[in-house]
C-alpha cells in the first residue's frame, strides 16, 4: 500500500476486502485479508473449483481515514438523531431522544427497558405533558460538519472509498485439479498471529454452497418450502435485513395470507398464515435505537423479551438481526444489547432444546462520504466479530451474510438481492429441513 503521495507505507490498518470469483461459473468465494503492520498484506482464498479465476481486492478505507471513524463513534454516538411526539388531548409536542442526552439541558423522560435494563430518554416536555404521553419514535435526521475539510478528503469515492485495487499484471489465474498424491504442506513462512483462513461458504453456479455444517439443499418451488415449514412457527426479530426474510417468504409462497395489522410498511410489526398448512409467519422490529419513519411506542419491543414470551420446541423457528442501527453508538452499546438477548437465547434453548435458533450477521452496504461517517462498512466489521465471539458456543445456526455478500457478484447494499437472500433462505431451510441422503 502507498500513502496518498505514492509513497509506500511503513504500517498496516487499512481496511480491504478481498474476492476470488469465476463470472461464467457464477461462482465466488471471500478471502481472508492479513495485515503485516508494516504496510503490505496478504490475501489468502480457498480453491474452491477448478477453472480460470479472478482476484478482486477492494479498498474500502485507508488506514487513515480510521481513527477518523473510531472518534465519531466514541465522541458522537448522538450523531443519528431521534424524536418523540407527546401528545394528550388538544396539547402536543416533539423532544429530542437518544441513549445519551446531556442532562443540563432541560429535565429527562426515562425509559429504561424494566426487564433488560436496556436505556433509552426523551427529553421531557416543556409543556403540560407527561413522561406517560409518549406517541411514537422517529429518526430525526443526522448531525453534521462533524469532521474537518482535511478530513473529508479520506472518504472520496473513486479514489480511496472503497474503490477498486487494480492489479499491475495479470489478475486471474488458474486453478488445476488437486493431485491425489498430493501431501498437504504447512507454511512456517508467515509468523503472524493466526487467523481465520477458511471460508464459511462459497458460490459456485449461483447457489451457496456452506462448508461444514449441513448439506445445502435448494428450495427452488413453493411446494418443497411448504413443506419444509408445515406445522411450523417462525419468528423473525430485528431490523428491515431480517424483515427481507418475510417479505421473500410471502412473496413466494402464495398459500400465505397476510393479515392487515395496520403497520407502517417499513416498521411493521407483520404476519401471515396458511391455514391449511398450518403455518405461521410474524416479524417484529427491534426496540431503539432502530432508524426509520414513526413507530408507535407500543411497537416498541426489545427482542430478548419477546425471546421470554415464547414456549419454544421442535414446531419453533426464530430468526434474529440486529446490528445495522448499532453503527453510529460505542460497541459497549451493541455488546450491552446482544448480552440480553444472548442470555434470552440460552433460557429458550433450556426450556425447549428443539427449538431452531437463527442468527444473521452483518453484511457489506454500499458506501459515499455521509453513509461512510455513519454506516461505514468499517463499523459494521467490528459489530460482526462481537457478534460472532459471542453467540460462539450455542446450538445456533449463524448465517454468514458478511461473506454471503462479500462473495457475491452484486454490488453491496444494504439491503442485499433477490438472489443472495434466496440463498439465506436456502441456508436456513437446509437447517431446519436437513437432507436425508
Not at 463470472?23 to 480457498?46: Q, W
Not at 427497558?113 to 416543556?126: R, S
Not at 451457496?208 to 435448494?218: D, E, S, T, Y
Not at 437472500?421 to 441422503?437: D, Q
Request: charged share 20%; aromatic share 8%.
Amino acid at each position: 500500500m502507498n500513502d496518498f503521495q505514492g509513497l509506500p507505507k511503513s504500517h498496516g490498518g487499512d481496511f480491504l476486502l478481498a474476492r476470488l470469483h469465476s463470472p461464467e461459473l457464477e461462482a465466488g468465494v471471500a478471502g481472508h485479508v492479513l495485515d503485516h503492520g508494516n504496510g503490505t498484506y496478504s490475501v489468502i482464498f480457498p480453491l474452491l473449483w477448478e477453472g480460470s479465476v479472478w482476484v478482486d481486492v477492494t479498498l474500502v478505507h485507508p488506514s487513515e481515514a480510521v481513527p477518523v471513524l473510531l472518534r465519531l463513534r466514541e465522541e458522537h454516538p448522538d450523531r443519528v438523531l431521534y424524536k418523540s411526539l407527546f401528545r394528550s388531548g388538544l396539547l402536543s409536542e416533539t423532544t429530542m431522544c437518544n441513549l445519551c442526552l446531556p442532562t443540563n439541558q432541560q429535565p429527562l423522560c426515562n425509559y429504561t427497558d424494566p426487564h433488560t435494563g436496556e436505556p433509552w430518554y426523551c427529553y421531557k416536555p416543556k409543556q403540560l405533558l407527561s413522561c406517560d404521553t409518549r406517541i411514537n419514535h422517529v429518526r430525526a435526521g443526522y448531525q453534521k460538519d462533524l469532521i474537518t475539510e482535511k478530513e473529508a478528503l479520506l472518504f472520496q469515492s473513486g479514489v480511496n472509498l472503497k474503490t477498486r485495487i487494480h492489479a499491475k499484471a495479470s489478475d486471474s489465474v488458474t486453478v488445476l485439479p488437486k493431485k491425489k498424491d498430493k501431501q498437504e504442506v504447512e507454511s512456517n513462512s508467515e509468523k503472524a498471529a493466526p487467523i481465520r483462513t477458511t471460508a464459511s461458504g462459497y458460490y459456485f453456479q449461483g447457489s451457496w454452497r456452506g462448508l461444514g455444517g449441513v448439506v445445502m439443499h435448494q428450495f427452488n418451488d413453493p411446494t418443497a418450502i411448504t413443506q419444509c415449514l408445515k406445522g411450523k412457527m417462525v419468528y423473525m426479530y430485528g431490523d428491515s435485513t431480517v424483515r427481507q426474510y418475510y417479505e421473500f417468504l410471502t412473496r413466494f409462497l402464495p398459500e400465505l395470507r397476510e393479515f392487515n395489522l395496520h403497520s407502517p410498511v417499513s416498521t411493521g410489526p407483520f404476519m401471515a398464515v396458511d391455514i391449511p398448512h398450518n403455518i405461521l409467519l410474524k416479524y417484529q422490529s427491534h426496540g431503539p435505537p432502530i432508524s426509520w419513519t414513526p413507530i408507535s411506542v407500543s411497537h416498541l419491543r426489545y427482542v430478548a423479551n419477546e425471546l421470554d414470551g415464547l414456549a419454544g420446541g421442535s414446531d419453533t423457528i426464530v430468526v434474529i438481526s440486529i446490528w445495522a442501527h448499532f453503527s453510529t453508538f460505542p460497541v459497549q452499546v451493541y455488546i450491552r444489547r446482544l448480552r440480553h438477548i444472548r442470555s434470552a437465547v440460552v433460557r429458550l434453548l433450556d426450556r425447549a432444546p428443539k427449538t431452531v435458533v437463527v442468527l444473521r450477521s452483518a453484511n457489506l452496504r454500499a458506501q459515499s462520504l455521509q453513509e461512510s461517517l455513519n454506516y461505514s462498512d468499517w463499523f459494521s466489521v467490528q459489530l460482526d466479530g462481537v457478534l460472532t465471539a459471542m453467540f460462539r458456543g450455542l446450538n445456533i445456526l449463524l448465517v454468514d451474510a458478511w461473506e454471503m455478500t462479500l462473495a457475491h457478484h452484486h454490488p453491496h447494499d444494504i439491503h442485499p438481492c433477490p438472489q443472495i437472500i434466496k440463498n439465506m433462505i436456502n441456508t436456513i431451510l437446509s437447517h431446519v429441513c436437513p437432507v436425508k441422503n
